[in-house]
């Protein structure tokens, strides 16, 4: 009966191993027979090995710093030159701000104290003795206005009446429209800033994003990390442009309203001055009639 089983088993092993197909391994076998002492056959083929665990991607990290002077320094060269370029500007912009608002606002205050010393006067001569203050010394645009009716008056002295007054006002227009585009220099600059800085700024971003995506192309990668810098360096370009033109706009808008102001006060003391000369003449009409009439 022992010798039955024996053979019973031996005749399933053999079953069992040629039912194994090729290229799989064998099932698992029981360590041993319970009972029958007999150790179960090697398989044919080996378990296969577990495959080796991939290594998890290393964090990709950013390839430079990303703070405005670091951006600057790892810029293309166009890049650098524009915004080397729109810096300047910027500068410029602050420097013409500074020296034309002390410029402007110490012609306001002197044309404004001349205007109410005419206002106050009652004939040309007083005016222009209150303008000159204790110095003796008609100063800026005003002074230069009486110095030039002044100027006519003498030279006009045998003249009509009518004919002295008209050369007088084109003297004044013409001193007042140079005293306007004497302020005014240096504000056309402003305007040219804040007019093409946001598109010199433009193309320094259009160059660098061109030089990103040809990284991109020869790194073969749309890795968010290698690519971010190049995109933001570009981008930095128009930022500073930006802060170029800002400034520039408003400075120069506040300047032009400031200007008109200011040749607003040229007018009224040129049309004080104008008053006073008409009555000046008109005085020195009344005089001469009698002196007529008595010849």
């Known amino acids: 009966?022992?010798?039955?089983?024996?053979?019973?088993?031996?005749?399933?092993?053999?079953?069992?191993?040629?039912?194994?197909?090729?290229?799989?391994?064998?099932?698992?076998?029981?360590?041993?027979?319970?009972?029958?002492?007999?150790?179960?056959?090697?398989?044919a083929h080996p378990p296969l090995a577990p495959a080796e665990t991939a290594a998890p991607p290393a964090m990709a990290t950013l390839p430079h710093d990303l703070s405005p002077w670091g951006m600057f320094m790892a810029a293309d060269i166009v890049v650098k030159a524009v915004m080397l370029g729109l810096a300047f500007a910027s500068l410029v912009t602050w420097t013409i701000w500074l020296a034309k608002a002390m410029e402007l606002a110490a012609a306001k205050r002197s044309a404004g104290r001349a205007l109410r010393r005419i206002e106050a006067a009652d004939s040309l001569g007083e005016a222009a003795g209150a303008a000159a203050g204790k110095s003796g010394k008609l100063r800026g645009a005003v002074g230069q206005l009486l110095s030039a009716a002044l100027a006519e008056t003498r030279r006009s002295a045998d003249l009509g009446e009518d004919g002295t007054k008209e050369r007088v006002a084109i003297a004044l227009s013409r001193i007042e429209a140079r005293a306007g585009r004497a302020m005014a220099r240096g504000t056309g600059l402003l305007a040219?800033?804040?007019?093409?800085?946001?598109?010199?700024?433009?193309?320094?971003?259009?160059?660098?994003i061109m030089n990103a995506f040809i990284g991109i192309s020869q790194a073969r990668t749309t890795n968010l990390?290698?690519?971010?810098?190049?995109?933001?360096?570009?981008?930095?370009?128009?930022?500073?442009?930006?802060?170029?033109?800002?400034?520039?706009?408003?400075?120069?808008?506040?300047?032009?309203?400031?200007?008109?102001?200011?040749?607003?006060?040229?007018?009224?003391?040129?049309?004080?001055?104008?008053?006073?000369?008409?009555?000046?003449l008109e005085r020195r009409g009344r005089k001469a009639a009698p002196l007529a009439a008595a010849e």
Not at 9 to 37: C, F, I, M, N, R
Not at 192 to 208: D, K, Q, R, Y
Not at 247 to 266: E, S
């Open 1 to 43: 009966m022992r010798a039955f089983r024996l053979a019973l088993v031996a005749v399933s092993l053999s079953v069992v191993a040629q039912a194994q197909e090729p290229g799989q391994p064998a099932e698992p076998l029981p360590p041993t027979l319970p009972g029958l002492g007999i150790n179960p056959p090697m398989s």
């Open 192 to 208: 040219t800033i804040g007019s093409t800085a946001p598109f010199v700024g433009l193309f320094g971003t259009v160059w660098g």
């Open 225 to 280: 990390a290698v690519v971010a810098p190049s995109i933001a360096e570009a981008l930095l370009a128009t930022a500073i442009g930006l802060v170029a033109a800002i400034p520039a706009v408003i400075i120069y808008n506040v300047f032009a309203r400031a200007i008109t102001g200011y040749r607003a006060t040229l007018s009224d003391a040129s049309g004080e001055i104008l008053r006073h000369l008409s009555r000046d």
